[in-house]
């Protein structure tokens, strides 16, 4: 594979006059770690998660295909890192270029903010199967709460395609390479899908860290407002950028149907904590909110079932320094599987996460989301119309219900590691090894 040397002269001067519509500020951030090998994970650092989403087989790669992918940060910073996952992949992917901007409208972006991105100093990489990339960090500095386009030329690819299905969010796809392209004329064909971007960093101020919050398609955002960033965790990130505490990064490790004991629409939650939380930089705490898919499948898990399932993330979660908040399951009569015997279940599942007190922060969405005249029920005004997904209503009421104190709970101190966390267990296709 073809080796570019980094950018000199008249591309450096390009490079330095994006800086106005990026926000920029210095160049190059002091005491940087080195750039991570082509295909390895992160260097520990002060790099923390802006955003995130969790990775999945999402249909066949093809060869000579672009994919703009928009994504809202949470956190702002410098040196901006994207991470390509190849993780559900059968055979090695070759990305021929890869930029990222500002978005302006739809596909076009900001004049003057597509910049490059590079891989170890190439502007190409191959990835392997079930493998993961770290780009090599823009100097300047990323907004918070702005929406990123990460654009990539996937040169070569075949087999399975890794991307994240649900993303509420409009992306555009294209033929052939158009990355540096900062309007839409080549960009219109429409996704509602992320491929292999999943997860982008940023170097914040210091002592900031970030959440991700694992869970299923109420984490994922179905039933919000596509293209409008009304998840709950969205909704957690602005209150957390004014909430004065030091955790500010907020990551969505949420996919729709997913399971904490049984892999199916994903990995479940034993299998990918590590790759879909634990890895992630900066991640001082799991948010837990995950279960009500174990309960109504058919046949249900049992209560001691789920809370074995929980007690093992918590442990894993603590070996690798970080804190666990649970979040209580939300009330789900009227949806289709909902029986009285799967109620039961939850009520006990409940319970625990009140009262064992195993977990380092409890949030009750469970109490924040039922009616008062049928506690089994969502309340109406929360409800996104099928009894199970909250509206965007609802979904603003969960982020308000999290105390940010519980979020930054010490947990760290631990294992004495707030980078990527420590070493992997078996968590199928795309386990990666952190750097310490």
Known sequence: MPRTARPHGRAALTALSTCVALGCGTGTVPGEQPSPTPGGPTAAGRDVVTWASSADHVGEAADGRGYRLMVHTSVGGSGLRVRLSNAFG????????????????????VPGSNRRLTFGGARSVTV???GIVYSDPLPGRVPAARTLAVSLYVARAGGTLTGHGMALQTSYTTDGDHTA??????????????????????????????VVALGDSITDGRQSTPDRDRRWPDYLARRLSTSGGTVEGVANAGIAGNKVLLDGPGQSALNRLRRDALSLPGV??????????????????????????YRKLIDRAHAAGKCVVGATIAPFKGWPEWDPAGEAVRQRVNAFIRDSGEFDGVTDFDHVLRSPHDPERMLPAFDGGDHLHPNDKGMRAMADAVDPKTLDCGTGQRAGNDG?????????????????
């Open 90 to 109: 059968d055979r090695p992917v070759t990305f021929g270029s890869a930029h990222a901007g500002l978005q302006r409208d739809g596909a076009s972006l």
């Open 128 to 130: 392997p199967a079930g």
């Open 284 to 309: 001082r705490t799991v948010f837990l909110f995950q279960g009500v898919n174990d309960i109504k499948a058919e046949p249900g898990a049992t209560s001691a079932g789920l809370i074995a399932g």
């Open 181 to 210: 392209e900062e309007g839409a004329a080549h960009w219109k064909q429409r996704t509602g899908s992320w491929y292999y971007l999943d997860a982008v960093t940023v170097r914040p101020r210091k002592e900031t860290g970030a």
């Open 420 to 436: 990527p966390g420590g070493q992997p267990d078996a968590d199928g296709p795309g386990a990666i090894r952190p750097s310490r």
